[in-house]
């Protein structure tokens, strides 16, 4: 093969690994970080439920189909296109709790509130500060006694689905009396208590199992029952360890376990919401007052 030959081939077959000319854009840029932040926060979802032991099944199936394509084997084909329809509906029933908690979790961003400065002064306060003191309180007494407690503080989501498993109360919220309710072999010691601003409104009430992988194998089903509750609401609730008498908080699905009493009382204190936001400009009511 002559010199000149041999350069035409090399040409042509170097033709087939050049690309033509990428212009990355701005707008580019901006899919691939979106990109990147869907893949990353859906591997997070996977890791912090259940998804991940069904997703290491689902890879086995997506072999085995795999194989069957493979082989062609006609049957085994028509029987998977078939089951298509059948396993997508079977995914989202099986994942219903977990797509619910993620739609509720963008609910909860207040996304169309923080781009329109729609006036959001008149802000009510859940609790008062005897309340939170009560609590904490309550929950110093029974760790020290080493009572076992459950305590659901609502906030935004009403909790009335889960009052109806137990025994409407409608009290004033002491600290006495959340000591009496969790008392061993009390009537109403066995449960959750829900408490809705300064009153106790039910006890012995049923909450949801959180089936979260990370959790320690140490902890029981209270514990267990405190963080489900903040999985799918956005309460707060306290859990007072039967074993050891140490206090832990659940809240968005997360547990801070051995809290001192002060800590206690700055999480509690955080729902109260005191201090509404100041907007500098109000739409629809032009400018704040005193202001420059």
């Not at 090399?10 to 899919?31: C, G, K, Q």
């Not at 305590?151 to 009052?163: C, G, W």
């Not at 963080?227 to 699905?253: F, K, M, N, Q």
Request: hydrophobic share 45%; with cysteine; charged share 20%.
């Amino acid at each position: 093969m002559s010199p000149s030959n041999l350069k035409i081939w090399l040409r042509n077959y170097m033709s087939w690994f050049t690309t033509p000319t990428l212009a990355i854009t701005l707008t580019d840029v901006l899919e691939i970080l979106i990109l990147a932040f869907l893949v990353y926060s859906f591997l997070l979802w996977v890791k912090n439920t259940r998804a991940w032991t069904l997703l290491k099944g689902l890879m086995v199936l997506v072999i085995c189909v795999s194989v069957v394509y493979l082989l062609r084997m006609d049957t085994l084909i028509f029987i998977v296109n078939r089951g298509i329809d059948i396993a997508i509906t079977a995914a989202i029933v099986i994942f219903q709790p977990e797509l619910r908690r993620v739609l509720e979790q963008i609910g909860e961003k207040q996304i169309v509130s923080a781009l329109l400065p729609i006036d959001t002064n008149r802000v009510t306060e859940r609790f008062s500060d005897r309340t939170v003191n009560e609590i904490a309180k309550a929950a110093v007494e029974m760790g020290k006694a080493k009572t076992g407690a459950l305590i659901v503080i609502e906030q935004n989501v009403k909790l009335d689905e889960y009052e109806r498993t137990g025994i409407v109360l409608d009290s004033v919220l002491t600290s006495q009396l959340l000591i009496n309710i969790f008392e061993h072999n009390t009537p109403l010691h066995d449960g959750a208590v829900i408490v809705r601003g300064n009153r106790v409104t039910a006890a012995t009430c049923y909450l949801p199992l959180s089936d979260n992988m990370m959790l320690s194998k140490e902890l029981g089903t209270r514990h267990r029952a405190g963080v489900g509750i903040s999985e799918v609401t956005d309460s707060l609730t306290v859990i007072v360890s039967e074993e050891t008498g140490g206090i832990s908080i659940a809240y968005r699905g997360e547990l801070k376990r051995n809290v001192s009493a002060e800590m206690l009382k700055e999480q509690i204190s955080l729902l109260q919401n005191k201090t509404p936001m100041q907007k500098k400009f109000r739409l629809w009511k032009g400018w704040n007052k005193n202001e420059a």
